[in-house]
T-cell receptor, first 115, second 110 residues
Framework: EAGVVQSPRYKIIEKKQPVAFWCNPI?????LYWYRQNLGQGPELLIR????????DSQLPKDRFSAERLKGVDSTLKIQPAELGDSAVYLCASRHRGTNTGELFFGEGSRLTVL | DAKTTQPTSMDCAEGRAANLPCNHSTISGNEYVYWYRQIHSQGPQYIIH???NNETNEMASLIITEDRKSSTLILPHATLRDTAVYYCIVLTGTASKLTFGTGTRLQVTL
């Protein structure tokens, strides 16, 4: 069974440029999470989806960040425009409805460097 | 969710048991203890979880004290591939998200 797939793995952009990250969760997993991980820190939740509905986006900086999960499967996280402080690893995770609430499957992440 | 306290770093010789402690003195009766690890350049990986009984799976054992205020993750025979950051997380069964701290950086050496 394929795991959570994220792309791109690495992205280098100049500040003020837009960037997008894509996530394909494990088949059948209805809950999808986007986390951000700064260097030396643990991941922090940005947004959580239940199917196509964003049910917790309280930590998403909505002035420049947006996310979507149109058909309740794949998801895209966008930053526009990017700032220097957005340099981080963006992690996607998914969970099946019937599993323990704390058992998430993470992708390898997308490392963003903003110059 | 209750806060957890973990040592910043630990070392372990290959082949020996790695015992990673976690304090969660404010844990509530309905909160579980979860452990994840994150190998360099990878996403976090679920290891094990428990409520009050000790648990064991193919990856590790989880020992929770009787008062549930602390726990220990045990890797019985650590290998170099177990070098990672280990996160101890406490959350309820109905919690909607994992909240990570800074974890313990375990270095397994020859």
């Amino acid at each position: 069974e394929a795991g959570v797939v994220q792309s791109p793995r690495y992205k280098i952009i100049e500040k003020k440029q837009p960037v997008a990250f894509w996530c394909n969760p494990i088949s059948g997993h209805n809950t999808l999470y986007w986390y951000r991980q700064n260097l030396g820190q643990g991941p922090e939740l940005l947004i959580r989806y239940e199917n196509e509905e964003a049910v917790d986006d309280s930590q998403l900086p909505k002035d420049r960040f947006s996310a979507e999960r149109l058909k309740g499967v794949d998801s895209t996280l966008k930053i526009q425009p990017a700032e220097l402080g957005d340099s981080a690893v963006y992690l996607c995770a998914s969970r099946h409805r019937g599993t323990n609430t704390g058992e998430l499957f993470f992708g390898e992440g997308s490392r963003l460097t903003v110059l | 969710d209750a806060k957890t306290t973990q040592p910043t770093s630990m070392d372990c010789a290959e082949g020996r048991a790695a015992n990673l402690p976690c304090n969660h003195s404010t844990i509530s009766g309905n909160e579980y203890v979860y452990w994840y690890r994150q190998i360099h350049s990878q996403g976090p990986q679920y290891i094990i979880h428990g409520l009050k009984n000790n648990e064991t799976n193919e990856m590790a054992s989880l020992i929770i004290t009787e008062d549930r205020k602390s726990s220990t993750l045990i890797l019985p025979h650590a290998t170099l591939r177990d070098t990672a950051v280990y996160y101890c997380i406490v959350l309820t069964g109905t919690a909607s998200k994992l909240t990570f701290g800074t974890g313990t950086r375990l270095q397994v050496t020859l």
